[in-house]
């Protein structure tokens, strides 16, 4: 069983930051590593959308074009852990987000991905 467990959602002012972790593991997710790792987020009545990866090869990331230059993806992969660093919060950033990991490759749409947790909130206030 594979687990991934988002953390650090919560209610911000516009413009202010905040940084949310997804720790993972299971028995048959020994190699962090070699993961592919997304954040998605989705907001009331809206579709999931890809917010930003990072490849498990060369650490390559990918924002959409919404984040760009606001949101940060970094991975330790001595922790199993990933990191979204988001400063200049936007009312519009609202949504639950989710992390997801892909053994195969980068992408950004859903089906991309093979494993999900569970969400977390991040809320901001105008």
């Known amino acids: 069983q594979v687990q991934l467990v988002e953390s650090g959602g919560g209610l911000v002012q516009a413009g202010g930051s905040l940084r949310l972790s997804c720790a993972a593991s299971?028995?048959?997710?020994?190699?962090?590593?070699?993961?592919?790792m997304g954040w998605f987020r989705q907001a009331p009545g809206k579709e999931r959308e890809f917010v930003g990866g990072?490849?498990?090869?060369?650490?390559?990331?990918h924002y959409a074009d919404p984040v760009k230059g606001r949101f940060t993806i970094s991975r330790d992969n001595a922790k199993n852990t990933l990191y979204l660093q988001m400063n200049r919060l936007k009312p519009e950033d609202t949504a639950v987000y989710y992390c997801?990991?892909?053994?195969?490759?980068?992408?950004?749409?859903?089906?991309?991905?093979?494993?999900w947790g569970q969400g977390t909130q991040v809320t901001v206030s105008s």
């Open positions: 997801a990991a892909s053994a195969v490759r980068l992408g950004v749409l859903p089906h991309d991905y093979d494993y």
């Open positions: 990072i490849s498990w090869i060369q650490e390559l990331t």
């Open positions: 299971g028995r048959t997710f020994s190699t962090f590593s070699s993961y592919s």
